[in-house]
């Protein structure tokens, strides 16, 4: 082990089962957001992206880096969003630097075109899968994200698998032909959730009607066993995966290391993310990879078949599987993934909670407005972390619809989600993540080792989470069906906000931010 320390600091870069990662101190890494055409599944759109890719670069970083990403905004088309601000999801920011999560109106004020803003982020102790995103209204659906990678070169489960490297990241994700300020303006019109026009796979996937766009290959060597890295990257829809003639088996919820469970089909929600191992032990050829959109039926570009790769071995010819599009194992054939069955590597019971909640999601009829407990989020105009700078701590100095639940240092909330139409939330809460003491998939309630992780889907059978409020600040936390957000499905975790003020030094930078947005014409907001 020492002898591998050795090499590990004498080198500024080394391989982890294939990933060549930096051992710096630092990671610098730079985004520039551009307005530029892309299509994904054929059908060509002006798109908000990172590095003009969608979805954007990776961001890879070490065990024990900080990351530093400078965000240069370059974008200049103001049928979308101009102004941005990006959130590292998943990441779990201490106070002292929760002035550069990114959450417009919560945590920042967004930054607008032509400006550049960096994000230092030191990541600490936590690896694992996340992503990045921007956080200012709809953007994300214009397609501004990618996937965060902390590689952990000792991580426990290496063992399992040959090889972990930038072919092993794979995303789901839904797509729209309209930009995100249209589609808004739809859903509040007809009270119908935008339907995605195509769901991709790694980037790419074909609508009926569109062209037959080349599904992407994913390649592996046979013999060898890959960690693969899932990510829903989407604005919505849920995925069911599967790869046909071939297991699944499960090592990571949301960053969170867990017990190997072994499965062949899984679904997987807006924000989630999982890595499984696959075992590339069968003959060489070419198996579908379904990834099958579950993202409603009113559209009729749509077709939920049609979203899906291909595992092709080496040696096989570069064509699709000559088997039929199916949509997984189903049946007795199928072995799902139970969220309940997830069991952390490392697990931490629950603790008692000293404060119980019921959140009850709720759509009033005739209005397209979304509420947590009768309350329609509305993002304010200063953000919340400016007030807690300013001492504005008590519940009188917010507002109602700022849903912001205000808890003391130290203590351990209980919410209990109440979703009975079973529309299925994916909930997000920013900074940390929670004990999913019940999850939906059970009827069991486990607080010896229940499974750990940062979104979590409701349904009509109760779901139950625990989290701690050690870290002072506003913490975000809303479904992350993009449209249920925008219309009002959010709220603010605040966590000793009291504590704010001691703890939180925010740069001159991130003080400017609020005023210069503020300045700005609304065109560039
Ligand atoms: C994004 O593009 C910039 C400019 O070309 C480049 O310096 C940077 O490394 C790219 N970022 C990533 C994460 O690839
Ligand atoms: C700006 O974006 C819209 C779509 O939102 C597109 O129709 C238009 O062509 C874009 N303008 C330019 C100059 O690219
Ligand atoms: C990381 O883990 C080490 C060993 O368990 C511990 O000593 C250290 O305090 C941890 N660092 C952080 C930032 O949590
Ligand atoms: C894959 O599985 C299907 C049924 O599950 C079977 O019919 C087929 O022969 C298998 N393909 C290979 C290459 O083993
Ligand atoms: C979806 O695509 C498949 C494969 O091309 C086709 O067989 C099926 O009819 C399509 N479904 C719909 C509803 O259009
Ligand atoms: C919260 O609910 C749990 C049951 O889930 C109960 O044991 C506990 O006493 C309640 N705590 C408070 C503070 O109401
Ligand atoms: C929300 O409002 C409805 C009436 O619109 C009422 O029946 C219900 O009890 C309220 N729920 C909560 C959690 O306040
Ligand atoms: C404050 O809340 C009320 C409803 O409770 C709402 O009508 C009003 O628009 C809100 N004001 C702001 C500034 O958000
Ligand atoms: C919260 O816990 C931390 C670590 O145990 C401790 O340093 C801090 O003083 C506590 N704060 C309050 C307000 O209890
Ligand atoms: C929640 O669980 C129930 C009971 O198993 C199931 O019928 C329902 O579809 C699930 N909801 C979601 C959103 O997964
Ligand atoms: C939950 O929703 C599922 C799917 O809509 C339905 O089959 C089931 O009966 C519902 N369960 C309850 C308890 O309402």
Redesign the pocket.
Known sequence: MFSFRLVFLALALVSVRGATVSTETKQFVTLDIINGPVAPDGFTRVAVLANGTFPGPPIVATKGQTLVVKVNNKLTNETMRVSTSINFEGIFIDSKNIFNEGSSFVTTCPFGPGESYTYTLPLGNQTGSFWYHGQLAQQQSDGLMGTLIVYDPEHPLAHLYDIDDANTILTVSDWLHTDSKTALAGYIATQTNPVPDCGLFNGKGRFNGGPQVEYAAVSVAQGKRYRFRLFNIGFRSNFVVSIDNHTMTIIEADGVATEPNEVNILTIHAGQRYSFVVNANQPVGNYWINAFINGGTKNSNLNSTLSRGILRYAGAPAEEPQTPMTAGPQGAAAVALKEADLVPLNPIPAPEPDFNMTFTTFMPEGVTKWEINNVSYIPPSVPTLVKALNGETSPDDFNVTENTFLFP??KTVQIEFKDPINEGHPFHLHGMNFWVVKSNSSDVINTVNPIRRDVVITGNNTVIIRFRT?KPGPWPFHCHILYHFAVGLGSVIGA?LD?VKKTVHPTQAWEELCPAYNALPPNDQ
Do not use: P
């Open positions: 240092m130290n050690d000793g504590e």
